[in-house]
């Protein structure tokens, strides 16, 4: 067959990933986002993105209070749970496991960790075989497998059971240890704990990551010689393996034998997964009749099915479809929450649709309950991309008034269109903004934007210039040794002198080629 280039990031191959950071006890992690997924970016990406925004949630629990959830300020969790008991309140041991479950649900590791020691090291509460497995995951989690493997060795042996052993295997295929996560895979096995479809989910999941894509059609049969029913997550794992090989044939065999099979019952996830897939391979007729499946298999309660095929027919190029869905998700939900409207912006972003985006932003400013800079970045990187930077300058000076906060990525955008443009003082102007708004860690600047600067610096041998972009650089704790080089190259050539130019890289601890070397002992030489 022809040989295609096909690249899929489905809903199932996003969910599959998600199920490596999972044990089998515990709840599945919020989904990334449909407009994300749709867009192709990379799961760090992703995964970078939804951190962001899940740090101001706060999740609705009875006990205990937000208080604990307002540990990520400071304050430890075992603090404020020992004032909690002092002030007299319930600490009930099932409402403090799903508080942890939570905290750990969106990500706020490091806490619901702390609340299970204290639930064990002050509470004395006994865990369950779940809740261990649970503390296996965010071992691994917050102190690294290691910590994990040693306290899953020294569990006693009645609570090394399924869901333990399932989340130390979990724990492995997240850190992507194959050798170990085969390992116990058979001991699993010969345990007769390994007749769940997460653990060969998470497997599958482990091969896709390590582009071993011809080991996952392996697994499915043999989970079926197993008597195991593969669920949608498990074909979708396989149709995107298939897809990685470029064997467009053997996907469509499988959504068939799903349609065929009497005892399943396809999810819209499945049609969502082959639509990405015909639209990877540039099929757009084959994806639309896939996408009409999918319409017809959603439940009027959930809107992610609505926000992918908003983002899936985007990809088709095919704008009537994208307002037909936009008309039937408000028809359908009282009210449209930020993430339709971000996905709606994406989708026109898309396509190019300007003034469909400014009718839809306009729209979403009058109705919005919270804020969220990620709608006000899709118009601002849409106007950009068209210079069209006084809409865009005029879109940020209102947000910045009526909001009264920036955005990091708001001056990436800025960044981005300034040094295309070889404009190095208006990029540094957003720069500096980003620097002063940074505390320790919070930001860096990316090293292809620092690239971009220091050969500006260098072609225009302007040695102020990089000398104030290192002191950012300093601040923002991502000074390495390729801004050093440059500094030291751009005083060579300009014969700049500094004494003090030594000192500070041997405080820095910069290794230096001989050549380098020299330039520096030039520069640092009294004049």
């Not at 403090?96 to 020691?117: G, I, P, S, T």
């Not at 609505?306 to 359908?332: C, Q």
């Not at 269109?417 to 540094?428: D, F, H, I, P």
């Not at 000192?503 to 910069?510: D, V």
Request: with cysteine; hydrophobic share 40%; net charge neutral.
């Amino acid at each position: 067959m022809k040989n295609l280039s096909i690249r899929p990031l489905t809903w199932a191959s996003a969910a599959s990933r998600r199920l490596l950071s999972s044990s089998p006890a515990a709840a599945l992690e919020p989904s990334p986002s449909t407009a994300e997924i749709a867009e192709k970016r990379s799961l760090a990406e992703v995964e970078e993105d939804k951190n962001k925004h899940k740090k101001d949630f706060v999740p609705a629990v009875r006990c205990p209070p937000a208080r604990v959830l307002a540990a990520a300020g400071g304050e430890a969790c075992s603090k404020t749970m020992n004032q909690w008991v002092r002030e007299g309140r319930p600490t009930k041991a099932i409402e403090l496991v799903k508080f942890v479950k939570d905290l750990r649900k969106y990500r706020r590791y490091k806490h619901a960790l702390e609340l299970m020691d204290w639930m064990v090291k002050i509470k004395g509460m006994n865990l369950s075989y779940t809740n261990h497995a649970i503390r296996i995951d965010l071992m691994s989690k917050v102190k690294g497998i290691e910590s994990a493997e040693d306290y899953f060795s020294k569990l006693p042996e009645n609570a090394k059971q399924e869901q333990t052993y399932g989340a130390l295997f979990s724990c492995y295929c997240t850190e992507k240890m194959l050798d170990k996560a085969l390992s116990l895979y058979k001991k699993m096995k010969e345990l007769g704990f390994a007749s769940n479809n997460l653990l060969h989910n998470n497997l599958m999941g482990l091969y896709m990551k390590l582009e071993q894509p011809e080991k996952v059609p392996i697994i499915l049969k043999e989970m079926k010689a197993n008597n195991l029913v593969p669920d949608n997550v498990t074909y979708c794992i396989v149709m995107n393996s298939y897809a990685a090989l470029n064997d467009i044939d053997s996907v469509e065999r499988v959504i068939q034998e799903m349609e065929d099979d009497e005892n399943s019952v396809i999810q819209w996830n499945a049609y969502s997964t082959l639509a990405s897939i015909y639209i990877s391979a540039g099929h757009f007729e084959k994806a639309e009749s896939a996408l009409k499946k999918l319409e017809g298999l959603i439940d009027s309660r959930e809107r992610l099915p609505f926000h992918f095929l908003i983002s899936l027919y985007a990809s088709t190029g095919n704008l009537e479809e994208i307002n037909r869905v936009w008309k039937s998700l408000k028809a359908t939900f009282v009210k449209c929450t930020n993430m339709s409207y971000l996905t709606m912006l994406q989708a026109l972003n898309k396509l190019d649709d300007i003034e469909g985006m400014k009718q839809i932003y306009e729209e979403w400013e009058l109705i919005h309950e919270t804020y969220d800079s990620r709608l006000t970045n899709v118009l601002i990187s849409c106007y950009l991309r068209n210079d069209m930077i006084e809409e865009a300058d005029s879109l940020y000076m209102k947000t910045k008034d009526k909001q009264g906060k920036l955005d990091f990525r708001t001056c990436e955008l800025f960044m981005d269109y300034y040094l295309k443009k070889n404009e190095t003082g208006s990029a540094m102007e957003w720069l500096e903004i980003a620097s002063r708004m940074a505390e320790d860690g919070e930001w860096k600047l990316n090293l292809e934007k620092v690239s971009l600067f220091l050969q500006h610096y260098e072609k225009e041998k302007d040695a102020d210039g990089i000398e104030k972009f290192c002191k950012i650089l300093k601040k923002l704790n991502c000074l390495g040794s390729g801004a050093y080089k440059s500094l030291i190259h751009i005083y060579a050539a300009t014969d700049k002198k500094d004494p003090s130019l030594c000192k500070w890289i041997k405080e820095e601890k910069i290794e230096l080629d001989p050549e380098t070397q020299k330039l520096l002992d030039k520069a640092c030489a009294s004049k």
